[in-house]
């Protein structure tokens, strides 16, 4: 056919994920418009998930908390769903004022199928039925970020704070999309949030391993199920600023078949210039707790734990000291999230005498510091250059743990931002100049 290019044409699909700060306003949202309808123009199919506009989610749960201190958890997951229906309409509602086809689709409508756990559910199936035919059509396809369907209680649930990004990566796994991009309010994933330490430098390419623990251990750039989700379906992120055109953090898994290209040696050659450290991050959302006077004798930590996990809290860090042998009683400390404390606090105490120990003792006033970085495998000293910047600094440690790619400290919680600059320097990852964070609050 003349006049046709021979070459056979391959249409990428694109997932776009626009955060609740990209989409503030009226004017956020047609720039986030313009943004996708300039990727369609280019070529692409294009697959949207959005967030609810601005502070949105907080104000709703703020209103449900003014009505009732305790709402039901069915409700609150169809008050909370409103916001995203919000910015899905408006949004498609710009690109079709810019002369482009769009479509929104509520969770369910696109086929979010999910557990029934309301607050904090499961994605379990996607069938985006809906979304391919759209996109057969010509259209751009726009999704409620956060939210889903349960098959037999016929519910709408939502995924958890931060669930719009999950949400764009299982549609890039069910669409066998090219990549998941990300939008936010910052250029990328940072060696340290920009907010907190001002050199942070932005990374270009991370593991997805190494961004998992980054995620877990406070950085909030990426939400942590979204993450695990893409290492399990082998989506690759590209994570950007929706305020500019720069290339952003691409986060992979080294053990895939990569679809961004690149031979095998390439791979190998990227490999060898990963950095040893990728990041640190902070987190100053958990308690500590302190089992006084527990018993030197076999069992004894198994009959403790059990009764945190009854809890259902999710257990950090632990530290066991050694024995007094003049007492043969030991304590134990561990760390949980401050919102489960009082929790695990009440339930211990419950069963003091049963379990022997003496007392209790409970902290929030701690900042927990994780180094993170695949290069520790290969690399000595790690440990000895991170305490040993931190005591230079001043900063006491009070607890430690490690896993094979991090190393993690408890700290006062008013240490941990000199703590996070101080070793930030210390393994050479400031940057020349200062970050630039373009707004919102690193959602
Ligand atoms: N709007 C929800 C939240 O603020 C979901 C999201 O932003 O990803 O948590
Ligand atoms: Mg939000």
């Not at 720069?246 to 390439?266: H, K, M």
């Not at 950095?275 to 004798?297: F, H, N, Q, W, Y």
């Not at 902290?363 to 690399?379: E, F, S, W």
Request: hydrophobic share 45%; proline share 3%; aromatic share 4%.
């Amino acid at each position: 056919m003349p006049g046709f290019p021979t070459l056979e044409c391959h249409v990428s699909l694109i997932v776009q994920k626009f955060g609740g700060s990209s989409v503030s306003d009226a004017e956020g949202i047609r720039r986030v418009a313009k943004r996708i309808v300039e990727t369609r123009k280019a070529g692409n199919d294009v697959v949207v998930a959005v967030s609810a506009m601005g502070d949105t989610t907080d104000e709703l749960l703020d209103l449900a908390h003014e009505v009732t201190p305790i709402p039901a958890p069915r409700e609150l997951d169809m008050l909370l769903t409103a916001g995203e229906r919000i910015s899905m309409a408006l949004l498609a509602m710009a690109i079709k004022s810019m002369g482009h086809d769009a479509r929104s689709f509520t969770g369910s409508q696109a086929g979010m199928i999910t557990d029934a756990q309301h607050g904090s559910a499961r994605i379990v199936d996607v069938t985006p039925v809906r979304l391919r035919e759209a996109l057969d059509e010509g259209a751009i396809v726009i999704v409620a970020g956060f939210q889903g369907f349960n098959r037999d209680t016929k519910d709408i649930t939502t995924l958890g704070r931060g669930g719009s990004d999950t949400t764009a990566v299982a549609l890039a796994a069910a669409l066998d999309a090219d990549i998941c991009e990300i939008y936010t309010d910052v250029d990328g994933v940072f060696t340290s949030d920009p907010r907190v330490v001002p050199l942070a430098r932005k990374i270009d390419r991370i593991t997805s391993e190494e961004m998992l623990e980054l995620a877990a251990n406070g950085a909030k750039v990426l939400y942590i199920r979204a993450v695990e989700y893409a290492r399990r379906h082998n989506v690759t992120l590209h994570v950007r600023s929706s305020f500019n055109n720069n290339e952003g953090t691409i986060v992979y898994n080294p053990d895939a078949p990569i679809r961004l290209g690149g031979s095998a040696a390439e791979r190998e050659e990227n490999a060898v210039e990963d950095p040893m450290i990728a990041g640190v991050a902070a987190d100053l959302s958990e308690a500590k707790i302190t089992v006084v006077g527990v018993p030197d004798i076999p069992g004894k930590a198994a009959q403790i734990f059990k009764i945190v996990a009854k809890t259902n809290a999710n257990v950090d860090m632990i530290v066991q000291n050694v024995s007094s042998a003049a007492t043969g009683r030991t304590d134990i400390s561990f760390t949980v999230p401050m919102n489960d404390g009082h929790r695990v606090m009440q339930a211990l105490e419950a069963e003091k005498d049963d379990a022997g120990f003496q007392s209790l003792q409970y902290d929030d006033q701690i900042g927990k510091l994780a180094l993170v970085g695949a290069g520790m495998r290969t690399n000595s000293g790690v440990s000895a250059k991170l305490f040993g910047s931190l005591s230079d600094a001043g900063i006491n440690i009070e607890m430690i743990s490690t896993s094979e790619i991090r190393i993690s400290v408890v700290t006062r919680a008013d240490s941990v931002t000199d703590a996070l600059r101080v070793v930030h320097t210390a393994f050479g990852l400031d940057a020349e100049d200062e970050a630039i964070v373009h707004a919102g609050t690193g959602r």
